[in-house]
């Protein structure tokens, strides 16, 4: 493998493109760069690439290899694996989602996936008739029709409104998602409770919001959630997502990039055609000079290198749960093997009116009484994660993403809310589980209970991320407007460029942002429109 790596007196010189962030979207500009001739240097803050699309092995003495912050991929073009040759796996789940509920007295559930006829028979068996199938049924073929339109325009020049507008061609497809609340359409369009918080919550992941906000930004989440590879698939890296990033950053050094870690940037001046970038060490500070600076980081974090006014920031509302297990536990629900179950998404407490709960309990500063969740296990798909003993002997990972919990709740003691919140998360699983979930747990070489939990102010801290915010800001309509430029990465200086998740059409694990801002320089673009 050719590597090219670097200690910090060697970062010298000028380069035709410095990337300030090693994570994944900084990867795929690097590598596209590299292998159209120009010199690039990665500079990485930590001692790894990836940033929050990495494995771990978090627990002590534990052979289990765990996506720690990010850990499904939907977003990530085809085009980017077979422009830049990467050796990328990506495995789908045979089960969408689980949902348990009790009903009558007696729980039961709704699980989507295992072919058509198998879920509308689930449906039925839920609801009582074929009423809501026939109406999930159209709804996602709406989805659908946009969601061919639309993914393949992330990596083009933003079209216009009207642009995508006349792409989409389907007037009530543009209505429901783009100029009126989704919980408007759920509303109309289902009636059961539980099928419309199934739907709603692909609205709300990372997204502090409630069905009807007037600012459509749960609108905004809904669509890259269900635009992804012009499915809306959500797919498991195989070997985690740490696999992917690796593949990236294998890919950039093949193409002749050099990257950097422990390198952390601390300044960038720009005149508009060149730039210096100043970094610091623990053997001190350093600068190099480019033609072109790609920043994936935030935008708070590229107003801070630039000396600007950082834009104000949009809190994260998430909590993000770890485990490894012993065996899967068992369910309430009869009918249903834990298996399939927990192989898709497992939502919690995710009823309509239960997440118009929590969110109002949230947004009035108060922990929701019964927490929202999702989870799935990764090893039922993927099990190289997993050494071969723990294999051998029936372990599971579990990940739990927790909604509506901004990070202003955590401001008055991080640890104690966030242990808090994790044991009455827990107790809203528990209530359709057979067994309780900490019998399950497994435990790491000094008898801990194999378990972390990442609240947003956790996410700030260890990656940065502007009020941990999983998206660095609100997503935006992936179309052109006020400012964007052609590609959505370009910033007020000509030659530097924003290349992480608060570009446009920028969020989630998708080389989309990296892949435009190699674009923007490949075509000799630069500054924005305005």
């Known amino acids: ?102 009903r009558d007295g007696r729980p039961t559930g709704l699980l989507v996936g295992g072919g058509e006829q198998r879920t509308r028979e689930a449906f039925v068996r839920l609801t009582g008739s074929d009423r809501e199938w026939e109406a999930w049924r159209s709804f996602y073929g709406m989805t659908g029709h946009v969601a061919r339109r639309v993914f393949p325009t992330l990596t083009e020049p933003l079209p216009t409104r009207e642009e995508l507008r006349r792409r ?58 269900v635009i992804g590879g012009g499915t809306g698939a959500w797919d498991v890296p195989v070997g985690g997502m740490g696999a992917l990033t690796d593949a990236l950053a294998f890919a950039a050094r093949r193409a002749g990039a050099v990257i950097a870690t422990g390198h952390e940037v601390v300044r960038v001046t720009s005149d508009g055609t060149s730039a210096e970038v100043t970094y610091r060490t623990r053997d001190g500070e350093g600068t190099v000079g480019a033609r072109h600076v790609l920043v994936n980081a935030s935008p708070q974090a590229l107003a801070a290198l630039t000396g600007d006014t950082p834009p104000e920031p949009a809190e994260g509302a998430q909590l993000k749960v770890n485990m490894l297990l012993k065996r899967l536990p068992r369910l ?104 309780p979930l900490a019998d399950c747990l497994a435990t790491d070489a000094e008898g801990r209970p194999c378990i972390e939990a990442k609240t947003p102010l956790d996410l700030e801290r260890d990656l940065r991320l502007p009020g941990g915010n999983i998206f660095h800001r609100a997503l935006s309509w992936p179309y052109a407007q006020e400012g964007t430029g052609r590609w959505g990465v370009e910033t007020r200086y000509a030659n530097v460029l924003l290349c992480g998740a608060g570009a446009v059409r920028g969020g989630g694990v998708s080389g989309v942002p990296g892949h435009n801002a190699a674009m923007a320089v490949l075509e000799g673009t630069g500054g924005t429109d305005g």
């Open 168 to 225: 989409i061609d389907d007037e009530e497809a543009w209505r429901i998602l783009f100029e009126e609340p989704i919980g408007v359409a759920l509303e109309d369009r289902f009636a059961d409770d539980l099928v419309r918080g199934v739907v709603l919550t692909d609205a709300l992941i990372g997204t502090f919001a409630d069905a009807h906000d007037p600012s459509l930004v749960q609108n905004r989440c809904f669509l890259y959630h």
């Open 332 to 435: 309430r629900d009869p009918s249903v093997d834990p298996r399939e179950a927990f192989s898709g998404t497992f939502h919690i407490a995710e009823g309509y009116e239960q997440l118009a709960t929590a969110h109002a309990q949230a947004a009035a500063g108060e922990l929701p009484a019964a927490p929202p969740s999702e989870i799935y296990c990764h090893s039922l798909t993927d099990p190289t994660i997993l050494g071969p003993d723990l294999v051998e002997q029936g372990h599971q990972t579990l990940t739990l993403f927790g909604l509506h919990t901004p990070a202003r709740l955590f401001a008055r003691d991080n640890d104690a809310v966030r242990d808090e919140l994790l044991k009455s998360t827990l107790a809203q699983l528990d209530a359709h589980l057979a067994e």
């Open 1 to 102: 493998m050719l590597r090219r790596t670097m200690r910090a007196h060697e970062a010298h010189g000028t380069y035709d493109a410095v990337v300030v962030g090693g994570g994944h979207n900084g990867l795929v500009a690097a590598a596209y760069l590299a292998r159209a001739g120009r010199s690039v240097l990665v500079l990485e803050r930590l001692d790894r690439t990836g940033g929050a699309a990495v494995s771990v092995r978090p627990f002590a003495g534990v052979d289990a290899r765990l996506s720690r912050y990010s850990y499904l991929v939907s977003l990530l073009p085809r085009k980017i694996v077979q422009d830049l040759g990467l050796d990328v796996r990506l495995r789908p789940r045979t089960i969408s989602s689980y949902t348990p509920v009790e």
